[in-house]
C-alpha cells in the first residue's frame, strides 16, 4: 500500500532546541532534519502564523495547481502582494517551494515543497509551550 | 554534519543552523564550516549571519540586506562558543522587538 505523505508540525522549546544542536555540535555528531519536520517554538507561534488564509493558499496550491503566483492571487480573491508576502513566509518555512518559471517576466511558480497530503501537528511535550513563547 | 531550522516569533524568523564537514583549509581552519541564519521569513531577507572563514574568523552579518561587506568580528575560540552567542543575540532581537 502507497504511504501517504504528511507535513509533520512539531514543537520545541528554545531551551531544548539551544542544547540539542549544542550537543550536536560538541560531540561532532549528525543533526538532519527530517524533509518532512517543520519545528516551531510555539502553538501560539504556528497558530498566529498559520491563517486562514495561508491554508486557503496550500489547499488552492495543491489542488489547482496554479502557474504562477498572480493565478493563485486571482484564485484566492485576493490582493497580489498579499498573497505574494504569504507565499514567501510559506516558502522561507517550508510549505511551499517557489519555482522559477524560466520565462522572461521571472514567473515563480507556486508547488507543495513534497507532495503531501495533509499536516500532522504533534502535540507540544510541555504545557507551558502551548501559551507561552520564548522569549516572553 | 548539522541542520536544523526553527521557526520562532509567530513564524515572522526562522533560525538555521547548518555546520559542514569540509577539507581542513586556511579557509577553513579544523575541517568545519559553519553558517547560523536568522531568516525574515515574509520579507525574505536575511536579518543575522554568523560565519567563520578565514581572513576574518568568526564574524557575524549585522546589516543585512543592505551591507553584505560590513563584518563584525566575534571574539569567541570555538564554534560553540559562537553558536552560543549567535543563539543570545536572535533571543535580544526577538526579545526587543516583542517589547
Given amino acids: 500500500m502507497k504511504k501517504i505523505e504528511t507535513l509533520e508540525i512539531h514543537f520545541q522549546s528554545y531551551d531544548d532546541f539551544r542544547q540539542e544542536v549544542a550537543n550536536a555540535l560538541y560531540k561532532r555528531s549528525p543533526l538532519i532534519q527530517k524533509k518532512n519536520h517543520i519545528i516551531f517554538d510555539t502553538v501560539a507561534s504556528f497558530r498566529s502564523f498559520m491563517t486562514i488564509q495561508k491554508i486557503e493558499l496550500l489547499t488552492v496550491i495543491a489542488n489547482q495547481k496554479p502557474s504562477s503566483i498572480y493565478e493563485l492571487a486571482k484564485l484566492v480573491d485576493r490582493d497580489f502582494a498579499a498573497v505574494l508576502r504569504d507565499c514567501t513566509g510559506l516558502e522561507a518555512i517550508g510549505f511551499i517551494n517557489l519555482k522559477d518559471s524560466n520565462n522572461s517576466k521571472g514567473t515563480k511558480i507556486p508547488q507543495l515543497r513534497f507532495n503531501y497530503k495533509g499536516m500532522i501537528v504533534f502535540l507540544p511535550r510541555s504545557p507551558y509551550q502551548i501559551e507561552f513563547s520564548v522569549a516572553a | ?99
Avoid: W
Avoid at chain 2, 564537514?21 to 559553519?34: H, I, L, Y
Avoid at chain 2, 540586506?65 to 535580544?92: C, G, Q, S, T, W
Fill in chain 2, 1 to 99: 554534519m548539522i541542520h536544523r531550522e526553527y521557526v520562532v516569533h509567530d513564524g515572522k524568523y526562522l533560525v538555521v543552523i547548518r555546520v559542514y564537514k569540509v577539507e581542513n583549509s586556511k579557509k577553513f581552519p579544523g575541517g568545519t564550516k559553519a553558517k547560523f541564519l536568522l531568516q525574515h521569513c515574509e520579507g525574505g531577507f536575511v536579518r543575522l549571519l554568523v560565519d567563520n572563514h578565514e581572513p576574518y574568523g568568526f564574524h557575524m552579518h549585522t546589516r543585512l540586506p543592505e551591507d553584505h561587506e560590513h563584518r563584525e568580528i566575534l571574539e569567541v575560540k570555538d564554534h560553540e562558543a559562537a553558536l552560543d552567542y549567535f543563539l543570545n543575540e536572535v533571543e535580544r532581537i526577538i526579545k526587543n522587538e516583542k517589547n
